[in-house]
């Protein structure tokens, strides 16, 4: 049974930094490219940011480039997000997330309040 256990989120200044986690089971997480999304309060999932299976390659939306930091640890089935000079409309609770076709699995989300 494949789950994805999201940590990390938390209240944050302006201009602060968080790590995000998610520990991943019950599928071969080295095979598989990971995602974060977020959905900010009243509006729709986005995603965030995408990682290769072996690493290797890296893709981010436009508003979290060069602050954002997305990687993976294939030993112990874990993804993180390295989340640096944070905004207040980073504001959102956020997901990991796997494609196994055809079915898109979601953790259950943390919280990130950047303070204004």
């Known amino acids: 049974q494949v789950q994805l256990a999201e940590y990390g989120g938390a209240r944050v200044q302006n201009g602060g930094s968080l790590r995000l986690s998610c520990a991943a089971f019950?599928?071969?997480?080295?095979?598989?490219?990971m995602s974060w999304y977020r959905q900010p309060p009243g509006q729709e999932r986005e995603l965030v940011a995408t990682?290769?299976?072996?690493?290797?390659?890296?893709t981010y939306e436009n508003s979290v480039q060069g602050r954002f930091t997305i990687s993976r640890d294939n030993r112990n089935n874990l993804l993180h997000l390295q989340m640096n000079n944070l905004k207040f409309e980073d504001t959102a609770r956020y997901y990991c997330s796997v494609l196994i076709p055809p079915q898109r699995y979601w953790g259950r989300g943390t919280q990130v309040d950047v303070l204004s």
């Open positions: 019950g599928f071969t997480f080295r095979t598989y490219n």
């Open positions: 990682i290769r299976a072996d690493g290797g390659t890296t």
